[in-house]
Structure formats: structure tokens, C-alpha cells
């Protein structure tokens, strides 16, 4: 009998992250370009990381000098590279990865981090973005943004003042002690290993037509090769059978008759959501089972001691939206104080491939004993696969992972656990892996 291969490999679309850096003077016009090359885009998944988050803290003395304005803050050694070039590697092989927030007005790093994950194209943008060789060998296409000195200063001083607080004094005697000088010493080299050079900014819609194209192109080239991967595990379990650590709902007389109610075309929506709750409560009962318990004892009313068992750690849920809403009742039922996330994941009928578009978890998911994964329906596993990638990026271990659903197809559920062996799937009933996904419809009526 022919085994379900474990622990295949799986990369998710955001892994290997194109990453896009854009350089140029102070004032030339990175972060205009940047947005506007987002804006060409019209894509969810684009992210712009800013080098200003990576400012060195400074010492007591070097915090005076730049509230007097004289820290040289456009010298390569204000920035800290290493920190820079370890978070972009983490983007790169697609994990989460927290950035600093840098306070212009306070001249040090806040204590918040904003946390980046999960990005398709990173566009970074800073004046030594083509400056260091450790970004330089992850780039996948370098631009330099180009403009005269007197733009440059003019829109430098209307940002400083505006956005920063500065003085237009203290704006023009950093432009002139380290800002301008720096420029023909550090900057200005970096046009040369440009593959893009971008005159005039965002007024160049030739340019940022081409640099989209560009982006595009290369996405394009990742998405088959991620639809070939999705194929690929498909054929490697196609014949294979359903692993230990699916776990069907126990055909009993109630559930064939449930289901039975369930599959009738002709049933009224207000009875098929009543019986559909009952059958959901069952399923978020059966995966409350792979729970960790430990002892514990409480005093009865009667003021006798019962030795009992509690959950040994939270147990929290993550919808798959839209078709794991559909679940959500009978977890209520099952679990009434239960947290929930939230993860939307689409898949174009054009390519194919999903999608990563919403997602919304606990901060402390990695520490809770059990995480149900709610999905309405398995089909062929793509989205649930990338939803359980997401979850163990975000530190969330393998066998506290158990997925639920009403149907899952056979080929759907040992693709998934192929890839994440230790992963669990309770599911009520598995049909064939083309079934089309009726439930939410018929559940939420449109």
C-alpha cells in the first residue's frame, strides 16, 4: 500500500520576496516614486520599507549634536546595516519579521516595532539603498532616483519643517555641512550599478510603467513556478490513503441523517444553518479531543472534592474566511470564550494559485496548547496549506495545529499533511477532490 510522503518541501508565494531597492539623494523623490510604483501595481501584497526605520540609536552626546544639528545622519555609519540586512533575509525566506520605528522628532528608535510578513515584492527605499553589497546580492532590481540639487533642498526643507519639526536654519545648515557633501561621496556612486536610472521622479510615467513591467514580470514567473509546486504534491499523493491524523467523524445514525438534511438541495436556509450548527458543534467537540488536559480538583456543591481535568493551555481559533465563518457557531457553542483570528485567502479562477490577502492573529498565538484552523470546505488543499504555512511562520508548532472542516478531498488532505505531517484534520465527511464549495453559499446565502 502506497504511503503519504511526509514532510515534503512547500514554498509559499512570498518566499524569496522580490525585493526592489530605490536610492537617490535626500529630497529626490524615492518615497514619491515608490508609492507610485504601488500605485501602478494594484497589487495587495507590495510593501515599502523605508532605511530611516534603521538609523543607529545614538549615545547621549551624539543625541545633543543632532538636536543642534550637527550629527551627520547621511554617512553610511548612521545606519545599522546588520540589523537592516538580517531583516531583509527573514523577508526573503518569507518568515515574519519585526522593523524598528525611528522618531525624527526625538532622534531615537520608539519602543514599538511594526511587524512585516508575507510581502510578494519589497520595495526599499533610502538614500544607501544600492550602497551595501549584502543588499546589493538580494535585489532583484536596482533603481536610482535622479534630480537637480534645488529640488532636492526645496523639498527637503518643506518635509523637514512639516513632518520632522525642524527649523528652516538647522534644515539648511545639515544640507550644507553633511547632506550635499555626502551626496558626491556615497550617493552619487550608486547610480552607476543602477539598472534604472529615474530623472524627475514620479513626473516619469515612462519609467514607472517600465519598473512595473518589470515587477510584473517577475511575479508572473513565480506564480507558475508555485502552481507547478501545488501540482506537484498533488501527483506525489494522489493514490495515496488518508494518513492516522485524519480524523473522520464517526458515521453514527444522527450524522447520516444530518447529512442526509444537508445534502437535500430543496432544504429550507434557516434548517439546513440549524443542522449545520448541530454538525459543527460535533466537529469543534471532536477536534477538543487532541487537547493537552491536566488534573486538577474542585470542591463540589455538595462540598465533596472531585479530581477533574482542565485545558492545560488556551485554545484559541483562526477562520479561514470567507468559508470557516460557517464553523463559527458551534465553536461558540463548543467554546464560548474561544479568541479568533482571521485569514483571508483567495484564489483566482484566472491563475489558479492563492492568495494571501488579510490576515489577523493573536501576538501570543505561538504559546496557546491548541489552534483550530476553520475552513467550511477542503478541495484541493491549496488555501489550507498556505493558512497552516502562515501559522507555523508565526511560531505556532506543527502537532498543536488541527484543522476543521465539513468536507475535505482526499488529494486536498494528504497534500496538506504530506507537507505538515504532524498537523491533525477533523473533518466530517471526505468526497472527491473537485467538489465545488456549496457550503458557505447555502450557509450564508449568497
Wanted: charged content about 25%; overall charge neutral; proline content about 5%.
Amino acid at each position: 500500500m502506497q504511503k503519504v510522503p511526509r514532510g515534503q518541501q512547500y514554498s509559499p508565494p512570498w518566499q524569496n520576496t522580490s525585493i526592489i531597492g530605490i536610492a537617490g539623494s535626500s529630497g529626490s523623490g524615492k518615497t514619491s516614486l515608490a508609492l507610485a510604483v504601488v500605485a501602478a501595481l494594484n497589487l495587495p501584497w507590495v510593501v515599502i520599507l523605508s532605511m530611516d526605520s534603521f538609523y543607529n540609536p545614538l549615545t547621549p552626546e551624539q543625541s545633543i549634536q543632532a538636536f543642534k544639528n550637527e550629527f551627520d545622519f547621511d554617512a553610511p555609519q548612521a545606519i545599522d546595516f546588520d540589523i537592516l540586512v538580517e531583516r531583509l533575509k527573514d523577508l526573503k525566506n518569507g518568515k515574519k519579521c519585526e522593523v524598528p520605528i525611528y522618531s525624527f522628532e526625538k532622534h531615537a528608535r520608539i519602543s514599538k516595532t511594526q511587524t512585516i510578513y508575507s510581502p510578494h515584492v519589497l520595495i526599499l527605499e533610502g538614500i544607501f539603498a544600492l550602497h551595501d553589497q549584502r543588499i546589493l546580492d538580494m535585489l532583484d532590481l536596482k533603481i536610482f532616483c535622479e534630480a537637480d540639487a534645488d529640488t532636492c533642498l526645496s523639498r527637503r526643507l518643506v518635509r523637514d519643517v512639516e513632518e520632522r519639526g525642524r527649523d528652516i536654519q538647522g534644515c539648511i545648515k545639515q544640507w550644507f555641512n553633511f547632506v550635499k557633501p555626502n551626496f558626491h561621496k556615497w550617493v552619487k556612486p550608486q547610480r552607476e550599478i543602477a539598472d534604472i536610472i529615474v530623472p524627475r521622479g514620479v513626473e516619469n510615467k515612462v519609467a514607472i510603467g517600465m519598473i512595473s513591467d518589470r515587477i510584473l514580470k517577475i511575479l508572473s514567473h513565480k506564480s507558475a513556478l508555485h502552481q507547478l509546486e501545488l501540482r506537484r504534491l498533488g501527483q506525489a499523493v494522489e493514490a495515496a490513503p488518508l494518513s492516522a491524523n485524519v480524523l473522520v467523524l464517526k458515521q453514527t445514525r444522527q450524522i447520516t441523517g444530518i447529512n442526509t438534511l444537508l445534502l437535500d438541495p430543496d432544504l429550507k436556509r434557516e434548517v439546513f444553518i440549524f443542522y449545520f450548527d448541530r454538525l459543527a458543534s460535533l466537529l469543534i467537540e471532536q477536534a477538543s479531543e487532541c487537547n493537552q488536559f491536566e488534573a486538577t480538583q474542585i470542591q463540589t456543591p455538595e462540598g465533596n472534592l472531585y479530581i477533574g481535568l482542565k485545558s492545560a493551555r488556551e485554545v484559541s481559533a483562526v477562520v479561514l474566511l470567507r468559508g470557516g465563518s460557517v464553523l463559527e457557531t458551534g465553536l461558540r457553542r463548543v467554546i464560548p470564550d474561544c479568541r479568533t483570528g482571521r485569514i483571508l485567502i483567495q484564489t483566482p479562477e484566472s491563475t489558479g494559485e492563492p492568495e494571501l490577502h488579510f490576515l489577523s492573529l493573536a501576538p501570543d498565538i505561538a504559546e496557546h496548547g491548541m489552534v483550530l484552523l476553520l475552513d467550511g470546505q477542503v478541495c484541493r488543499g491549496g488555501a489550507v496549506l498556505m493558512a497552516v504555512r502562515v501559522l507555523v511562520d508565526h511560531g505556532v508548532p506543527e502537532d498543536r495545529i488541527i484543522v476543521v472542516t465539513y468536507t475535505a478531498g482526499r488529494t486536498g488532505v494528504n497534500r496538506l499533511l504530506s507537507v505538515f505531517p504532524d498537523v491533525r484534520v477533523v473533518v466530517g465527511r471526505v468526497v472527491g477532490d473537485a467538489e465545488d464549495r456549496w457550503v458557505e453559499r447555502r450557509y450564508l446565502g449568497c
